[in-house]
């Protein structure tokens, strides 16, 4: 049942303390990247996505392809929260230890309901696509809703899988970018910059749309409108800050990858409540 804006926050930010805490107990992790997605995964698996995790292979579900793994926390947390059997909320606090089904990144063997397993970046835009064509091919209603970093669409094979997205007219595939503009080495603009976004998607021939990736009323929308879309795949470039929601991490390179220490988790958790 599709939920309210506020309905939706308080969700969001409970998600985010559990990215907090999961990545606290592993001492390891990527919590950046995971605090800035959390609004639009939130709108996709509360809002937006024909889903039934009590289903979880419903063949004219929607998908998602978290194709930027290494943000696996927000994955793991909003399966948790949605009633997924297979990511069980009382174990979100065991990511990345031996014998966990929260793997360091999203693998299907642990974990069957993912619908990939990812963190070999540049790779999720080419496996959204084929699951849009298969669809097509069956005459399925599916969807398939696709999340890139920013620092991820400097591979060569997103750019590749953007054409081949165009030219097959494939308009039944979200493409989203997690634009926070920091990547593992610093600054995407000061290593390899990926500006004009929303011009080089529409220069490949997509229809791009540019948002506040953490205004839930925007993001709804903005889905909304790549769903009317006929005739060419949409991108969503998602403007949205590293490591949302906690002072010391926002727009700070260091915790792209590296997780904060027992005193940081309580001070971000007050920052949560």
């Given at each position: 049942m599709p939920k309210s804006i506020e309905e939706l926050?308080?969700?969001?930010?409970?998600?985010?303390?559990?990215?907090?805490?999961m990545i606290g107990a592993a001492k390891s992790g990527h919590p950046g990247g995971s605090l800035s997605a959390v609004e639009i995964v939130v709108e996709l698996y509360f809002d937006h996505m024909r889903i039934d995790p009590k289903n979880p292979k419903w063949p004219d579900r929607d998908r998602f392809i978290l194709s930027k793994g290494h943000a696996a926390p927000v994955l793991?947390?909003?399966?948790?929260?949605?009633?997924y059997a297979d990511t069980p909320l009382d174990q979100l606090n065991t990511l990345r230890k031996l014998g966990s089904v929260y793997q360091g990144h999203p693998d299907m063997r642990f974990i069957p309901s993912l619908e990939a397993s990812t963190g070999s970046l540049g790779e999720g835009l080419s496996l959204a696509l084929g699951m849009g064509l298969a669809a097509r091919?069956?005459?399925?209603p599916?969807?398939?809703?696709v999340m890139l970093g920013d620092g991820e669409i400097q591979e060569g094979q997103v750019w590749e899988a953007a054409m081949a997205g165009a030219f097959?007219?494939?308009d039944n595939v979200v493409a989203i970018v997690d634009y926070n503009h920091i990547q593992l080495d610093g600054f995407v603009k000061d290593i390899m910059e990926v500006?004009?976004?929303?011009?080089?998607?529409?220069a490949f021939g997509w229809h791009a749309i540019e948002l506040d990736?953490?205004?839930?009323?925007?993001?709804?929308?903005?889905l909304?409108?790549?769903?009317?879309?006929?005739?060419?795949?949409?991108c969503l470039v998602a403007h949205t800050v590293k490591g949302k929601g906690v002072s010391f991490m926002e727009n700070n390179p260091k915790f792209h990858g590296t997780a904060p220490n027992a005193d940081e988790v309580k001070l971000a958790l007050q920052e949560l409540q």
């Open positions: 926050q308080s969700i969001a930010k409970r998600i985010r303390r559990e990215i907090i805490e793991y947390a909003v399966m948790a929260e949605a009633g091919l069956d005459g399925r599916s969807r398939t809703y097959h007219k494939l500006a004009p976004l929303a011009e080089k998607w529409r990736g953490h205004d839930l009323t925007a993001i709804r929308k903005a909304a409108e790549a769903e009317s879309r006929k005739g060419k795949p949409t």
